[in-house]
């Protein structure tokens, strides 16, 4: 039986936008842009200027709707500037991008990313996640379909507020650790073994940029560390989410994750590679990679990530309990080389706890 792996191309630099009419001129002529109002606003006077003068014709700029919903999916395919446009756009975070995927695969366009922040790999990736008109998780929309090509601004990352970079760099270290802990003992395909060997470029070239890459996001300065960080983030880790199958793509530390969305409203101030980051730490505790433990131990407290349950403001052992009941029953961990318990996820996080105090 054959099969087919597609890879997205890109584009990286402070003047990445000005490659459009070049890559693009071979999908055609029109174009409907689709993204978030902040991502708009920073990234659409570029767009334009680079389609100027070129063969290519911007129909419409339109607004993806505020969440990425199956509800506005279906507004966007109604849009007639959609309907005429040989190529979407999507720019923005993870959920204008996601809603702009949603749209080309359904109505079978190419389409093209813009991310103007680096916090997921969602301009790298073919699936898409969708909610609830209220804000709740639906479904994951899956497609082998990535994008044909990422324009990543180095500039416009830079001068967006450091915290989204914070938030995925912790997400990011997870896809290496992660992949390499569920995929062990397996026979690996190609694919997969291709995905989870270059998920080492996820974690080492944070642990050497990321503190020097956040120093110059704050200053909104683009630099070769930022640059290296940003390619981790998007590029890296998105073509490990492609290429590998979906049990690799998380376990324990995503598991921790969704565990401590079970404390509600406390945790919403925490963003999602916040905690995943700190789920790192407690599979490679579990998992007793001690040398691992205590480089990822050393980068996470370098730019102030979380390193124990005070940081994400947990604090008694009821609400640990709730994070381990939740986090035991999530699908992230059905795919793991040997079974994990409640009582090792536990035993786990409290001998972190004692790490902590040994390491302050
Ligand atoms: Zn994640």
Redesign the pocket.
Known sequence: MSYTILFPNYTIGEDAFTEIPNVCRQYGKKIAVIGGKTALSKAQAEIEAAVKGSDLEILDVLWYGGDATLEHVEELKNNKAVQEADMLFGVGGGRAIDTCKMVAHDLKKPFFTFPTIAS?CAACTGVAVYYYPNGEFRDLYLSDIPTNHIFISTKIIAEAPEVYLWAGIG?TL??HYESVFSSRNDELEHFNALGVNISAMSADPLVKYGEKAMADCKENQTSFALEQAILAIIVSTGLVSNLVINDYN?AL??SI?YGATALGEAMEKHL??EI?SYGVLVLLTLDKQTSELERIFKFNKSIGLPTKLADLDITTMDELDIVINKAKDTQDLVHVPYEITKDMIREAVLTLEDYNKKMA
Do not use: E, L, M, N
């Open positions: 997921t997400d997870a896809k998380s530390a995503h994750y999602h590679g995943v």
